[in-house]
């Protein structure tokens, strides 16, 4: 458990477990601590680098917005100075964002990416969901004191009195407008996309997303020739709130980490 001086940011990353290595990011507002019982599991196999983004966690707030490609860039930054070559990459809803912007921005970084529970453009959510971010802020902030999510920031900030500063560069993040859609055709990590049924993003821009990449566009004939490198998972009785609790996501994910084609 330690801090890398990334692009003037003091960031903090945990290193759980052997073998190759693999980068974990989590959401937003969150810790590491979110991951739970997932992280171990992915760590029984391979070399996990958790990291806490700016301004989330240990990592303390820096003197700028914060940006999904100022996230990737520090991510990047930490993977060189790790001394890893590739990495495969995990990210969560914004840390699946800031997992697409690393494969898009650093491509030669990322050997293989699996992005949990986040759309490819902004209008992917649904508009309850696009609703909610638009109140996130310092009054949401003080509201928020009584969540499991300010409960794990307040244990390991350097400055919980940044709690409000959080919440207001987090709205400021997911209030502004994307569209990755032609970047994300042109990624050549292999990528899996991974959804609960019930998730914040509905089925048809899960299929958008997924046919960016190839997939769901054909038949993959009787001896799977035509199937494409990418994979879209679909966990059953599972919310966006909850999908990294399921019992079967490691094992998907190291499925598809190591498989040939």
């Known amino acids: 458990m330690t801090y890398a001086e990334v692009n003037g940011v003091s960031l903090w990353y945990e290193e759980h477990g052997d073998g190759e290595p693999l980068v974990l990011l989590h959401g937003g507002f969150w810790t590491?601590?979110?991951?739970?019982?997932?992280?171990?599991?992915?760590?029984?196999?391979?070399?996990?680098?958790?990291?806490?983004?700016?301004g989330h966690g240990h990592t303390p707030d820096a003197g700028r917005p914060l940006r999904y490609e100022t996230c990737a860039d520090d991510v990047a930054a930490l993977i060189g100075a790790l001394g890893f070559d590739t990495?495969?990459?995990?990210?969560?809803?914004?840390?699946?964002?800031?997992?697409?912007?690393?494969?898009?921005?650093?491509?030669g970084v990322v050997r293989r990416l699996v992005a949990i529970s986040t759309p490819v453009r902004r209008a992917g959510w649904f508009p309850e969901v696009l609703a909610g971010m638009a109140q996130l802020g310092p009054e949401a902030a003080e509201g928020m004191k009584a969540s499991p999510?300010?409960?794990?920031?307040?244990?390991?900030?350097?400055?919980?009195?940044?709690?409000p500063v959080l919440a207001t560069k987090?709205?400021?993040?997911?209030?502004?407008?994307?569209?990755?859609?032609?970047e994300a055709a042109r990624i050549r990590a292999r990528t899996m996309l991974v959804y609960a049924d019930a998730d914040s993003v509905p089925p048809a821009h899960i299929a958008e997303f997924y046919a960016l990449l190839g997939g769901?566009?054909?038949?993959?004939?009787?001896?799977?020739?035509k199937?494409?490198?990418?994979?879209?998972?679909?966990?059953?009785?599972?919310?966006?709130?909850?999908?990294?609790?399921?019992?079967?996501?490691?094992?998907?994910?190291?499925?598809?980490?190591?498989?040939?084609?």
């Not at 590491?32 to 700016?54: H, N, T």
């Not at 995990?90 to 800031?98: C, D």
């Not at 769901?216 to 020739?225: C, E, F, I, P, Y």
């Not at 494409?228 to 094992?251: M, Q």
């Open 216 to 225: 769901g566009l054909r038949d993959a004939d009787w001896d799977a020739s």
């Open 87 to 107: 990495v495969d990459v995990v990210g969560y809803s914004l840390g699946a964002g800031t997992a697409i912007r690393v494969a898009i921005q650093h491509p």
């Open 227 to 261: 199937r494409v490198a990418s994979r879209l998972a679909i966990i059953p009785g599972r919310t966006h709130y909850d999908i990294t609790e399921a019992p079967s996501l490691p094992g998907l994910i190291e499925e598809f980490l190591t498989e040939s084609h």
């Open 149 to 163: 999510l300010y409960a794990a920031y307040a244990k390991v900030a350097p400055r919980v009195e940044d709690w």
């Open 170 to 182: 987090l709205g400021e993040l997911l209030r502004r407008d994307y569209d990755w859609s032609p």
């Open 32 to 54: 590491v601590e979110m991951f739970g019982a997932f992280l171990p599991a992915l760590a029984e196999r391979r070399r996990v680098v958790a990291v806490e983004l700016q």
